[in-house]
């Protein structure tokens, strides 16, 4: 069983920055895309950003385009979402997921994609 743990989250100021990172426990590397999902209560989970296990492929939500990088690193296994600009509509609970039927370049915003997600790490800017 794959466990996906996140970290980085914490409270900013708007225009402020932070990093998430996303692991896979047991793992040295991950041959999958992943991306970050978030979701704030009484809201449906909404796609921030994936990236395909090549590396090579990003796709980002309109909202977050430009403020907002997806990377990976260590033979894939860690990924990280670095949030600029941050405004206070992206407070919310940022979940990393990850895609086991994703090809190598392939990426995907459909929640319903993702395998196995995280427990979740609480992002809050304020005004």
């Known amino acids: 069983q794959v466990q996906l743990v996140e970290s980085g989250g914490g409270s900013v100021q708007a225009g402020g920055s932070l990093r998430l990172s996303c692991a896979a426990s047991?793992?040295?590397?991950?041959?999958?895309?992943r991306g970050w999902f978030r979701q704030t209560p009484g809201k449906e989970r909404e796609f921030v950003a994936a990236?395909?296990?090549?590396?090579?492929?990003?796709v980002y939500a309109d909202s977050v385009k430009g403020r907002f990088t997806i990377s990976r690193e260590n033979a894939g296994n860690l990924v990280y979402l670095q949030m600029n600009s941050l405004k206070p509509e992206d407070t919310a609970v940022y979940y990393c997921?990850?895609?086991?039927?994703?090809?190598?370049?392939?990426?995907?915003?459909?929640?319903?994609?993702?395998?196995?997600w995280g427990q979740g790490t609480q992002v809050t800017v304020s005004p």
């Open positions: 990236v395909s296990w090549s590396g090579s492929n990003t």
């Open positions: 997921a990850e895609d086991v039927d994703s090809s190598y370049h392939g990426v995907d915003y459909q929640a319903a994609s993702y395998d196995y």
């Open positions: 047991g793992r040295a590397f991950s041959r999958h895309a």
